[in-house]
């Protein structure tokens, strides 16, 4: 379907354009200057003549039937690149078209009518050889979403399966997290830019990547907010993140220029291995990683008794189903304290 776009230019003039897919190609009419209402009129008008058989006036419909049941996997994600790049992030991208060259390597690059459950079954297998079932998931899932992104243009024929389905994954382990006594031992280091560091993340549950990127632009020390850009977050995602006393106190201490990057002498490898390094000489390489601060983060909120939407919203996930499967444990001492609340005697 054709889609009607607003751009606003550096100069502040504002213009509309419609872009649509015709005989396989992506095209653009513009509309020029003018208000919403009007080109909505406009856009309104030539989805009728779209609808009727091509902008043109010409019926397409028979050479566009062929086209569409010749359309292969190589046509697939030709398509899931020119509709990303003005839909979706550069990482977002990059991923996609990673995991559909995966699936025509695997599979080859047949019609997409006659991709049948068969074939992803034996991709399936033959892909769990050398990768994780959740690697192999996100390229079905992706496979899935693009058939169907393809179809809503009408580029593809309905008859296309659009629902493969994904290899089911038993349970994840509870999540490792760090003790309020592990904490202390972590934070017990001689190197204070690394101490200011460790504390970020304890207390922000931000990614390694995500506190790395940030600037001191970023950091707003009086609404004691910190901002994670779209550039650096994950999925290309904006959120922000509040700031405590004790990481106030910990940022305000960071010696140096209060400008440029906050963690300047930091690489993501490189921070690492320190981490690495410094657990193993403290006993906790066993159950720390790096990433590990983030759901010590989480549980500890939990712990104290904030809502798990709102941590959801504080780690930046998708959904909250995310946090509750990944980042949250409950124990056992936790599970009796719920229970010991009961009483029916009372009255």
Request: some cysteine; charged content about 30%.
């Amino acid at each position: 379907m054709p889609q009607l776009r607003k751009r606003i230019w550096k100069s502040g003039k504002v213009t509309w354009d419609i872009r649509y897919w015709e005989s396989g190609k992506r095209r653009v009419h513009t509309i020029g200057e003018t208000d919403r209402r009007t080109a909505e009129k406009i856009f309104h008008k030539f989805c009728a003549r779209f609808a009727e058989g091509g902008v043109d006036g010409t019926d397409h419909s028979s050479e566009d039937h062929s086209r569409r049941h010749r359309a292969t996997l190589s046509d697939l994600a030709e398509f899931t690149k020119a509709f990303a790049e003005s839909n979706k992030s550069k990482k977002t991208q990059e991923r996609e078209q990673l995991a559909l060259h995966e699936v025509i390597r695997g599979i080859g690059n047949v019609l997409l009518v006659d991709l049948t459950p068969s074939r992803i079954e034996e991709y399936k297998a033959a892909r769990l050889q050398n990768v994780r079932s959740a690697t192999v998931n996100i390229e079905i899932r992706i496979l899935n979403t693009a058939i169907n992104q393809a179809m809503e243009m009408g580029l593809m024929e309905s008859s296309v399966r659009n629902n493969f389905k994904q290899i089911k994954i038993p349970d994840t382990e509870p999540p490792k997290w760090l003790t309020e006594d592990e904490i202390a031992v972590l934070l017990n280091t001689p190197d204070q830019e690394f101490q200011a560091f460790l504390k970020f993340l304890l207390y922000t549950g931000c990614r390694r990547n995500e506190a790395l990127g940030l600037t001191w632009d970023d950091i707003d020390l009086e609404r004691k907010q910190i901002v994670i850009r779209g550039e650096i977050g994950k999925m290309g995602k904006r959120r922000t993140v509040p700031v405590n006393a004790i990481l106030r106190e910990a940022l305000s201490n960071i010696s140096g220029p209060h400008h440029g990057r906050l963690f300047p002498n930091y690489a993501p490898n490189q921070v690492s291995m320190k981490f690495r390094r410094w657990v193993k000489q403290i006993g906790l390489h066993d159950k720390a990683s790096l990433h590990t601060l983030r759901p010590t983060f989480a549980c500890h909120l939990i712990r104290q008794g904030v809502d798990i939407y709102v941590v959801s919203r504080l780690l930046g996930h998708s959904s909250v189903r995310v946090t509750e499967k990944h980042y949250v444990t409950v124990d056992s001492q936790h599970v009796q304290a719920a229970v010991d609340l009961l009483d029916f005697n009372r009255r």
